[in-house]
């Protein structure tokens, strides 16, 4: 038997997804076995398409799986999400609002839809930083303090999980940051934050542990500072050919990225094996420097590895050899 606290706060287990379409059936999200460990700031990272969203859908009963199992504090969605559902808070769409109405008479008016104690509108505006502006229409808010706002009401209930889908979607960087700190605040005060966002950056700076997907499926997991650490060091190089080095580099498997005129070569073991790939083709470097590794170079780096393999993949399909999961993760 598993104890309470061994529970995590999100769970799946092979869980699956397909959708219609023109040309049969497209697979949103492939046997995803996913972890969210309770409390802290955890990263659902992915490019776009790559389930992000299917997955956080399938979790709140807004769509249902194919196959496999999704739990929330260990019970089985959507089959017992309502015994669990007070205890979680999500923002997945743009949450509606009354344009003419003041954010607390917004706020007034869902707490009485939901039941929550009318004090608990004054407390969620003071925890999201709202209050001076608390009597300003809605109409007036920026994008940054809609989206504090829409934050402020999943938090009525007083949730100990909240999921945020790409809440940083066109906000400057000042209202990234508000955001980045509100989430920080939340988990802070013992809340399980679980977000998904493509912006590596700013996941880096507030998130404790991150999952990576691509094509649906986890291809990586862990703390931050495990995913940096096991990455590999990045390299800026230098090369009046950029073009053709960066052909040459990721001929030679590579994730190559440019940075202003130079190039950023992630994953690299031995800095020297850069030298030796350009030299063979008459390119000199001029600048050889080690870069410490960034959540960014990880993720891209795991995700061109997992591209290339499905590409390998796909053209044994085509040519109508059985594939096995060994050739596919060679």
Known sequence: ???????????????????????????????????????????????????KTTTIRMLLGLVRADSGTARIFGHEVPRHLPDVVGRVGAIVESPKFFPAFSARRNLDLL?????????????????????????????????????????????????????????????????????????????????TVLVSSHILAEVEQVADTVSIITRGRLIASGSVAELIGAGGASVRVGVADTALAATVLREAGWVVRPDGRSLMVDGVEDPAAITRALAGRDLWVD??????????????ELVGKDEAAGSRHDRRVRDGRHTTVEEVTA
């Open 1 to 51: 038997m598993q104890s309470t606290a061994e529970v995590p706060a999100v769970e799946t287990r092979a869980l699956r997804k397909t959708y219609r379409s023109r040309r049969g059936r497209a697979v949103g999200v492939e046997g995803l076995d996913l972890v969210v460990p309770v409390g802290g700031v955890h990263g659902f990272l992915g490019p776009n398409g790559s389930g």
């Open 111 to 191: 707490a009485a839809a939901i039941g929550a104690p009318g004090g608990r509108v004054g407390e969620v505006l003071e925890e999201v930083g709202l209050c001076e502006r608390a009597r300003d229409r809605y109409r007036g808010y920026s994008l940054g303090m809609k989206q504090r706002l829409a934050i402020a009401a999943t938090l009525l209930k007083d949730p100990d999980l909240l999921i945020f889908d790409e809440p940083t979607n066109g906000l400057d960087p000042a209202g990234i940051r508000e955001i980045r700190d509100t989430m920080r605040s939340l988990a802070d005060r013992g809340k």
């Open 287 to 300: 600048e050889l420097v080690p870069v410490q590794a960034g959540l960014e170079s990880v993720f891209l």
